[in-house]
């Protein structure tokens, strides 16, 4: 409920602005925010398990659905990464199948890989947390290329 204050004439201009600023205010929230102290020095919240960025390799992903198997087509220098994948794109189906193709093939946790951009659309941005692994952004990538399959 929104209370207001109907102002008088005879009001001087410090209860003025203090009404006005009660306007749209609970009068609880108007008296706690009138109550409370400012703090001199802000304060630096710093979560326990922040991940570091540097950790962090984001990939363009390329998705074609509905192929026989899923398999890598290419991996080119700058990242971006072309995948078939067996399920078809409809409720999420395609997604899990490339964050479980992925696992499976940098043996990596599920947990670690991630869909950043693109969750339906074919063009992903995938991003894979290295920071509890072995794996560097280097044997990441020379992996990747190794497990390319080439139409023979």
């Known amino acids: 409920m929104i209370k207001s204050l109907i102002l008088n004439n005879s009001t001087t201009t410090n209860t003025t602005t203090a009404t006005t600023r009660y306007i749209g205010l609970s009068w609880r929230r108007y008296m706690s925010s009138m109550t409370k102290k400012k703090q001199s020095s802000p304060t630096t919240i710093v979560q326990a398990n922040s991940v570091d960025e540097t950790t962090i390799v984001r990939l363009n992903v390329n998705v074609h659905p509905n192929a026989k198997q899923s398999t890598i ?27 479980d193709f992925l696992s499976d093939e940098l043996k990596l946790k599920k947990r670690f890989i991630t869909v950043d951009k693109g969750l339906k659309s074919r063009n992903k941005v995938i991003a894979i947390d290295l920071s509890e692994s072995s794996l560097t952004k280097d044997t990441l990538y020379t992996t990747l290329k190794e497990k390319v399959v080439t139409d023979e």
């Open 73 to 99: 087509v290419q991996f080119t220098d700058d990242g971006c990464l072309d995948l078939r994948i067996s399920q078809p794109p409809i409720d999420g189906k395609a997604n899990d199948e490339v964050i």
